[in-house]
């Protein structure tokens, strides 16, 4: 909302030469606690307020004074196209109760005030509940400490309550299974993951609420009406992605790459950034530097990259670290029949002639031998090679990709890598962020994870809440592959259709509790939590397993109650 759509456009102006006595009269003729102060060209030259013209009266009792010595010639004013969130904090801050509109050419055109900025909140606060109360899925909204502030009909009538029962109570309490506070902690956003809830299939979508970058509050909303028609939906869908997968991996297998930028999960700012770069990078033959943590994914944008560029050939990859430094240079090269004792017989093609036309990937470059470096710096300023023992000379039309885990500056610092290679292969560089620092993209690099993971025979509809909800809380040093490892194991151990969190390793969150040097710790834990489950479990059975009336016994809510049956798995 902007302030051209609430301002007064009904005020008055004057000039700095009336008097006290001209102006007071015209205070009368408008609503506003000041007149702008114009110039010969209608231009604002500064405020005059009531409150100083009563002052100016007190001290000096006559009403020829005129205003020249009394206005502000230095007031806040507003633009109609400013946006109201702007404006209540700017008002608030200086506190200022009104403020003149001005455009371009700074000609008064309204009156904005205070007042009329809190108004409109409430407005828009009504039309808010409004809609929430009308919306088909159950809503709440809550302010940075978890607490409800808001929440309609289809909330209450999931969870069985009364509005009073929920409002201005924490959701960590009453309903700790929906985790909304990890979200308003990380800023991590969770949409339409699976949950039971009160014995129903539902999908939950929590959003945080960003003023100024910093988290104000969040809302939360469950789905759990129509679901039957919502997966009859995401089944056709499936069946269309599979469709293009199939096209997809055809049109890979001709090239030599198996993934295209496309299938680098994540809308973070970072990871856009980075796949931009290399969409550009693909365009050109200049080589491409890309560094990263182990498991951020440097494979996949150079595969991505050949993917999307015009050469035809194959992808071809070396790992540098992976091959003996002694085998290396003729893996690379290849070379001629007899070229050394040993040598196979006719000869063999090194890896940059099989990737003629196409692109080979220099995977750990920053562990080949100096030797070596200095023949790939030659390849690299001139384009052409000879194999081991052989005069002939192959011209290459090859696009190279190098990447490392090391800090190569560090490196060329040390005399461990040439600092002539490096400047050649810095040209277009991609720094590939770790999964620790693009956390948004969690969710949707678990949901690629689990697409591949279903290609490859498992059946995986997806994660539960509860397991999305532990994976975000795990730093991922290993970054996406031991994010891919953790979910192909618990895609092995999982008894259902979804991950759950039994079915994820608990990253040492209960190692302390059972580490030697805390054992009376571990031990007094252990007894509140067995005392815990044995006071539940005697409310139950005292109100014949109706857990409404077990709530009241142990004076608890429900939800509360029956996150803790499900946490000691009573029956």
Not at 163 to 180: A, C, G
Not at 291 to 313: P, R
């Amino acid at each position: 909302m902007l302030i051209s759509d609430l301002m007064t456009t009904n005020f008055v102006c004057c000039t700095k030469d009336q008097t006290l006595k001209e102006v007071l009269p015209v205070f009368s003729k408008t609503y506003s606690n000041i007149l702008p102060v114009v110039d010969g060209s209608n231009k604002l030259i500064g405020i005059i307020t009531k409150n100083k013209v009563f002052q100016a009266l007190a001290a000096h009792p006559s009403l020829d004074l005129t205003i020249n010595q009394i206005y502000n010639a230095n007031p806040i004013f507003l633009h109609p196209t400013d946006h109201v969130e702007e404006t209540r904090k700017l008002l608030l801050k200086y506190n200022v109760g009104h403020a003149p509109v001005v455009n371009e050419e700074k000609i008064p055109v309204g009156v904005m005030s205070t007042k009329q900025l809190l108004s409109s909140y409430s407005i828009v606060y009504s039309q808010l509940s409004s809609v929430l109360e009308f919306a088909y899925d159950a809503i709440i909204l809550v302010n940075k400490k978890a607490e409800i502030t808001m929440v309609n009909k289809g909330f209450t009538d999931l969870f069985g309550l009364t509005r009073d029962e929920v409002l201005n109570k924490s959701t960590t309490e009453l309903f700790p299974e929906l985790d909304i506070e990890m979200v308003i902690k990380t800023g991590i956003s969770v949409h339409n993951t699976p949950h039971i809830i009160e014995g129903q299939q539902s999908l939950i979508s929590i959003s945080p609420i960003k003023e100024n970058g910093e988290i104000i509050s969040a809302i939360c909303k469950v789905t759990y009406r129509g679901l039957t028609h919502l997966h009859e939906a995401l089944t056709k869908v499936k069946k269309l992605e599979k469709k293009l997968s199939y096209y997809q991996n055809e049109i890979n297998e001709m090239k030599g790459t198996k993934y295209t930028l496309f299938d680098i999960a994540g809308e973070s700012e970072k990871i856009r950034k980075v796949k931009h770069e290399a969409t550009l990078a693909s365009k050109s033959m200049s080589t491409v530097l890309i560094i990263g943590e182990s498991g951020t994914g440097k494979e996949l944008f150079a595969q991505g990259i050949h993917a999307a560029s015009s050469q035809k050939g194959t992808f071809v990859q070396v790992n540098c670290a992976a091959i003996p430094p002694e085998l290396l240079e003729s893996e690379l090269f290849g070379y001629d029949d007899g070229a050394f004792t040993g040598a196979k017989k006719g000869g063999m093609k090194g890896k940059f002639e099989l990737a003629q036309n196409g692109t080979i990937f220099l995977d750990e470059i920053g562990d080949m031998p100096m030797t070596l470096q200095t023949k790939i710096l030659r390849v690299l300023q001139e384009k052409e090679f000879q194999p081991i023992g052989s005069s002939r000379t192959i011209h290459l039309n090859t696009k190279i990709i190098a990447a490392t885990n090391q800090n190569i500056e560090k490196l060329v610092a040390e005399g461990k890598f040439r600092a002539d290679l490096y400047y050649r292969l810095n040209i277009m560089r991609l720094d590939i962020p770790p999964l620790r620092e693009r956390m948004d993209d969690l969710p949707d690099i678990i949901q690629a994870v689990i697409q591949r993971l279903s290609e490859n025979g498992f059946y995986i509809r997806g994660v539960t809440h509860s397991a999305l909800t532990q994976l975000l809380k795990h730093t991922w040093p290993g970054n996406v592959r031991e994010l891919h490892n953790v979910l192909e194991r618990a895609a092995n151990l999982k008894t259902g259709d979804y991950i759950d969190a039994d079915d994820v390793p608990t990253f040492g969150q209960n190692n302390e509790k059972n580490h030697p040097a805390h054992p009376s710790t571990s031990t007094y834990k252990d007894k509140i939590l067995s005392t815990e489950r044995d006071m539940i479990v005697a409310a139950l059975k005292e109100a014949k397993g109706n857990k409404t009336k077990a709530s009241q016994l142990l004076g608890i809510s429900r939800p509360w109650l029956y996150a803790k049956i499900k946490k000691y798995h009573i029956e």
